[in-house]
C-alpha cells in the first residue's frame, strides 16, 4: 500500500481507515475540511515564520554568508495575510481534535505572539508553554541585537477547562530544567547525520526540527497507540518519531520534494529511546549553571 496519498478535487471525504500512518500530499487548508470531526489525539504544527528576512545577501561580520529561511512557503503579503491563513488552519485543526486532545504550536518571536492571541481569539485553552533554548543557534550577523537563541511551544487545549487530557509528568520532569523539571528544553537545532541533505549536499529543508524536540512532546502528551497530525509536515520529523514510539500518525505537507523526503525518512525507521541521556541532561545543567538533576554534583 503507497504511504503517500495525493489529495485532489475528486476526494471529498478521507475516511479515518485510509489516512492512518500516511503522508497526505496538498494543501493543509483543503486537506483539513475533508477530515471527519474529533479524529486526533495530538496535532503538532510547526507554521510558517513569516520572517520577512530583507531580500539580499546577509553576511556576518566574519565573512560568512547567513543561509536564512527564505523560502517561497514562508512568503505573505502581509501580517493580515498571515494571520487570516493562522486562523483558517487553527479553525480547521480545533475542528478535527478530539474533545481531551491537545495541540502544540512552535515558533519564534516573528509569529507566536500571534498566533497564541489567535488562539485564544478561537477558544483555545492555553496550558503551557516551554521555551526551547537552542544550545547552536544561529550568530547573529551583525551584532545589533540579541542572537536569537530560542523557539516557544504553546501547548493549548481546545477549550477551557479540558480534563483528563494527557500529561506523563514523569517524563515533564525529566525534560524540564532544575529539580523541579521547568518548562525549559535545552537541546540542539538539528545538525550532523541527522540532517536531510541532498546529493549537492545541501539541506533538504531550512527548517528541520530535531528529533530530540519531537520525542519529548510525543513522550509527555500521548500515549502508546494515539492518533498524531503534523499538517504542515516539513520532512516529517513528527510522524518519524511518532512512529519510532508506537503512536500512529498523518502527516500533510503541500511541497513534493519534502513529501519525498518524508517517504525515504520513513524507509529508514529511526530508533528513539525512551529513556532520558542523563549524562546530557547532566551536562546541560552545568551549562546552566544549576544544581544537578539528580542530586549528584559531579558531571
Ligand atoms: C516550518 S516548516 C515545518 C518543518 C518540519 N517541522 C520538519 O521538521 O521538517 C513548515 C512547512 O509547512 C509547509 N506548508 C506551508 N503551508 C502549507 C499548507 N497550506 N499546506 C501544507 N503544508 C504547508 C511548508 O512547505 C513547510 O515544509
Given at each position: 500500500?503507497?504511504?503517500?496519498?495525493?489529495?485532489?478535487?475528486?476526494?471529498?471525504?478521507?475516511?479515518?481507515?485510509?489516512?492512518?500512518?500516511?503522508?497526505?500530499?496538498?494543501?493543509?487548508?483543503?486537506?483539513?475540511?475533508?477530515?471527519?470531526?474529533?479524529?486526533?489525539?495530538?496535532?503538532?504544527?510547526?507554521?510558517?515564520?513569516?520572517l520577512?528576512l530583507p531580500?539580499?545577501?546577509l553576511?556576518?561580520?566574519?565573512?560568512?554568508v547567513v543561509d536564512g529561511v527564505n523560502?517561497?512557503?514562508?512568503?505573505?503579503?502581509?501580517?493580515?495575510?498571515?494571520?487570516?491563513?493562522?486562523?483558517?488552519?487553527?479553525?480547521?485543526?480545533?475542528?478535527?481534535?478530539?474533545?481531551?486532545?491537545?495541540?502544540?504550536?512552535?515558533?519564534?518571536?516573528?509569529?507566536?505572539?500571534?498566533?497564541?492571541?489567535?488562539?485564544?481569539?478561537?477558544?483555545?485553552?492555553?496550558?503551557?508553554?516551554?521555551?526551547?533554548?537552542?544550545?547552536?543557534?544561529v550568530?547573529?550577523f551583525?551584532?545589533?541585537?540579541?542572537?536569537?537563541?530560542?523557539?516557544?511551544?504553546?501547548?493549548?487545549?481546545?477549550?477551557?477547562?479540558?480534563?483528563?487530557?494527557?500529561?506523563?509528568?514523569?517524563?515533564?520532569?525529566?525534560?524540564?530544567?532544575?529539580?523541579?523539571?521547568?518548562?525549559?528544553?535545552?537541546?540542539?537545532?538539528?545538525?550532523?547525520?541527522?540532517?536531510?541533505?541532498?546529493?549537492?549536499?545541501?539541506?533538504?529543508?531550512s527548517?528541520?526540527?530535531?528529533?530530540?524536540?519531537?520525542?519529548?512532546?510525543?513522550?509527555?502528551?500521548?500515549?502508546?497507540?494515539?492518533?498524531?497530525?503534523?499538517?504542515?509536515?516539513?520532512?516529517?520529523?513528527?510522524?518519524?518519531?511518532?512512529?519510532?514510539?508506537?503512536?500512529?500518525?498523518?502527516?500533510?505537507?503541500?511541497?513534493?520534494?519534502?513529501?519525498?523526503?518524508?517517504?525515504?525518512?520513513?524507509?529508514?525507521?529511526?530508533?528513539?529511546?525512551?529513556?532520558?541521556?542523563?549524562?546530557?541532561?547532566?551536562?546541560?545543567?552545568?551549562?546552566?549553571?544549576?544544581?544537578?538533576?539528580?542530586?549528584?554534583?559531579?558531571?
Amino acid at each position: 500500500m503507497d504511504l503517500v496519498i495525493k489529495d485532489n478535487e475528486d476526494i471529498t471525504n478521507y475516511d479515518l481507515n485510509s489516512i492512518r500512518d500516511k503522508i497526505i500530499w496538498g494543501d493543509a487548508l483543503k486537506v483539513l475540511k475533508k477530515i471527519p470531526d474529533e479524529t486526533f489525539d495530538l496535532v503538532f504544527v510547526d507554521p510558517p515564520y513569516f520572517l520577512q528576512l530583507p531580500n539580499k545577501k546577509l553576511v556576518r561580520w566574519s565573512g560568512t554568508v547567513v543561509d536564512g529561511v527564505n523560502d517561497e512557503w514562508d512568503k505573505f503579503q502581509s501580517f493580515e495575510h498571515y494571520d487570516n491563513f493562522t486562523k483558517s488552519w487553527l479553525k480547521e485543526v480545533k475542528r478535527v481534535l478530539k474533545p481531551k486532545a491537545t495541540i502544540w504550536v512552535i515558533g519564534t518571536y516573528h509569529n507566536i505572539h500571534r498566533i497564541g492571541k489567535i488562539m485564544q481569539d478561537l477558544g483555545y485553552w492555553i496550558l503551557n508553554d516551554v521555551i526551547w533554548i537552542k544550545t547552536n543557534p544561529v550568530p547573529n550577523f551583525l551584532g545589533v541585537r540579541f542572537t536569537n537563541a530560542t523557539e516557544t511551544l504553546i501547548w493549548a487545549t481546545k477549550e477551557k477547562n479540558v480534563k483528563g487530557y494527557t500529561f506523563n509528568k514523569e517524563y515533564a520532569k525529566e525534560f524540564g530544567i532544575g529539580k523541579v523539571g521547568a518548562n525549559v528544553w535545552v537541546l540542539p537545532i538539528c545538525s550532523g547525520k541527522e540532517r536531510l541533505k541532498d546529493e549537492n549536499g545541501k539541506k533538504v529543508h531550512s527548517t528541520q526540527k530535531p528529533i530530540e524536540l519531537l520525542k519529548r512532546v510525543i513522550l509527555t502528551t500521548t500515549k502508546e497507540g494515539d492518533l498524531i497530525l503534523d499538517p504542515m509536515a516539513g520532512t516529517g520529523t513528527t510522524g518519524v518519531v511518532a512512529k519510532a514510539l508506537n503512536r500512529h500518525y498523518v502527516m500533510i505537507e503541500k511541497k513534493e520534494e519534502y513529501v519525498n523526503a518524508m517517504v525515504d525518512r520513513f524507509l529508514k525507521p529511526v530508533k528513539v529511546p525512551k529513556t532520558i541521556n542523563r549524562s546530557y541532561q547532566r551536562k546541560i545543567h552545568h551549562y546552566l549553571k544549576l544544581s544537578d538533576p539528580y542530586g549528584l554534583s559531579e558531571i
